[in-house]
């Protein structure tokens, strides 16, 4: 990693920096248990290392993927054993990318919706507004999506 150095202890500032998350971010993942307490100074700062800095880009890149932090500590819990087979991993990410099939068909579904409203809409007064008459009356839905 360039421009850290092991033995050089890096404030919370800089870690937060380096990893592209804010300062509260890191403080909360100390206090659910995704990052280790830091070792204090004597004027009590937080102080990291460059496996700090791994672990806490580990962390975001999986929530910016939009892993859940129970799976996150799961997966940081692999990555401690790399003997360990990757299928526990594996079944982590399909899980994973089972729950996002299940959004992207959902926000079809609600997509497919709200076209339909707003096709059928923008004519004349609110009294007759497609828009308006199916958000009052769900059985005007399309009831495909349920």
Known sequence: MKGLSSTKPLPIG??????????PTIRYYEQIG???????????????????????????????LGFE??????????????????????????????????????????RGEIARMVDCGGHGSIGQCRVIEVLADHDLCDHAHH
């Not at 700090?52 to 929530?63: E, P, S, W, Y």
């Not at 940081?76 to 068909?105: F, K, N, W, Y």
Request: with cysteine; aromatic share 2%; hydrophobic share 40%.
């Open 14 to 23: 800089t870690l937060a920096r380096t990893a592209g998350v804010k300062v």
């Open 34 to 64: 995704l990052m280790n307490a830091a070792p204090r100074t004597e004027s009590n700062r937080r102080t990291y290392g460059a496996n700090d800095v791994r672990r806490l880009k580990f962390i975001r890149h999986a929530r910016d």
């Open 69 to 110: 932090i129970e799976e996150i500590r799961q997966l940081l819990a692999l990555a401690g054993e790399p003997e360990r087979p990757c299928a526990d991993a594996d079944a982590i990410a399909r899980r994973h990318l089972g729950d996002i099939d299940g959004r992207i068909a959902r926000l079809t579904a609600l």
